[in-house]
Nanobody, 127 residues
Framework: QVQLVESGGGLAQDGDSLRLSCVAS????????????MGWFRQAPGKEREFVAA????????AYAESARGRFFITRDSAKNTIFLQMNNLKPEDTAVYYC????????????????WGQGIQVTVSS
């Protein structure tokens, strides 16, 4: 199994920065660590869950949604099985529940490709 635990959300104002963290654990994660992609998704009220960013554990390659590119940065600390999402220049439209997710060798950015999910963490940006 894989367990994901997010932290770091909260309230911010337009233009502020926040950093989200997600710690992965579990025997399945450790056994197949080289094949994982870990990502961040978000879901605003009344909207579908959408891809934000992902990082491939083995290579460090990254992918971003257009809405996140240039403002959000995903990184990993392999020694701590942790990924981060540094969110800069936050906007009210970034308000959502942010989810950490994990997938074994995904081929796309659909939430359906991600098997393991954290509990979600609220990020609220006020204008």
């Amino acid at each position: 199994q894989v367990q994901l635990v997010e932290s770091g959300g909260g309230l911010a104002q337009d233009g502020d920065s926040l950093r989200l963290s997600c710690v992965a654990s579990g025997s399945t994660f450790s056994r197949y660590v080289a094949g994982w992609s870990m990502g961040w998704f978000r879901q605003a009220p009344g909207k579908e869950r959408e891809f934000v960013a992902a990082i491939w554990w083995a290579t460090g390659d990254k992918a971003y949604a257009e809405s996140a590119r240039g403002r959000f940065f995903i990184t990993r600390d392999s020694a701590k099985n942790t990924i981060f999402l540094q969110m800069n220049n936050l906007k009210p439209e970034d308000t959502a529940v942010y989810y950490c997710a994990c997938s074994y060798r995904p081929t796309g950015r659909s939430p359906n490709e991600y098997s393991y999910w954290g509990q979600g963490i609220q990020v609220t940006v006020s204008s």
